[in-house]
């Protein structure tokens, strides 16, 4: 499947050059659940909505090093592909408003962080929109991405300032728009983790309310091997009954 490609942790560390943004996370992730760094390689496979962000910080149980196969997708494509079998996990932001098509029997989650979606804009551009009144210049996301769907229910919340489209991102990644941000391009909805830094050094401002979500890793119970039951547990997952 397109966007599908394998990361091993040591490597990862070595040269993050080589790989994206969204790559990044997923790739934190399985490294914050691991310990023994000359244990046996194994393997698990992890699907991710692209600008997907999410960590363990403070969890360190034996796991032993993983090799990941991560692809980072839109929404519809990371559920098809934990639902199909050839993915352990998937690794997702969730928020209340919008249903998860999922079985909780066969497809457990557990909630291993969480995050706000941020309204942002580069601060010397807003004031010269703001100047010349009317809406403000919106960069957003392809046509089903989660983080779109997020996004539009951030942008109806009250507080939040009248916007138009001047800008469609197809990739569905967060960390062009955020570059188009920083740019000056125009107002976007990014998760606060991301952008953390350039919100701390003035590089953007907050424009609207936030949104808060969570990020939560949901397994196929039907995919059970000894690395998946170690992040699993790791992940502080429920235990389940394997429904095969």
């Known amino acids: 499947m397109s966007g599908r490609h394998t990361v091993h942790t040591r490597d990862w560390q070595e040269r993050p050059e080589q790989h994206s943004a969204e790559t990044e996370h997923v790739s934190v992730f399985i490294r914050h ?14 699907s991710c909505p692209g600008s997907q962000y999410g960590t363990l910080d403070g969890s360190s149980p034996a796991v032993g090093e993983v090799a990941t196969r991560v692809l980072p997708e839109n929404y519809a494509l990371c559920l098809q592909a934990l639902v199909e079998g050839g993915y352990d996990f998937m690794l997702t932001y969730h928020h209340p408003s919008v249903p998860v098509p999922l079985d909780p029997a066969r497809f457990p989650h557990a909630v291993v962080g969480e995050d706000r979606l941020t309204a942002v804009a580069n601060p010397r551009h807003l004031a010269a929109w703001r100047g ?12 089903g991405s989660f983080l779109g769907l ?38 976007a909805w990014l998760p606060r983790q991301l952008v953390e830094a ?23 119970a039907g995919r059970s091997r000894a690395v998946v039951e170690r992040v699993w547990k790791a992940a502080g997952g429920p235990a389940h009954a394997n429904p095969e």
Not at 162 to 175: Q, R
Request: glycine share 10%; proline share 6%; aromatic share 4%.
């Open 150 to 187: 997020l996004a539009a229910l951030a942008q109806n919340q009250p507080g939040a300032p009248e916007t138009e489209v001047i800008h469609v991102n197809e990739n569905s990644l967060a960390e062009a728009l955020k570059f188009m941000a920083l740019e000056g391009h125009g107002i």
């Open 198 to 220: 350039d919100l701390g050094a003035g590089r953007l401002c907050v424009v609207a309310p936030e949104l808060p979500m969570e990020i939560r890793l949901y397994r196929n």
């Open 33 to 46: 659940a691991t310990g023994a760094q000359n244990a046996d390689m194994l393997s698990t496979r992890v």
């Open 132 to 143: 010349r009144g009317g809406r403000l210049p919106l960069l957003q996301y392809s046509r």
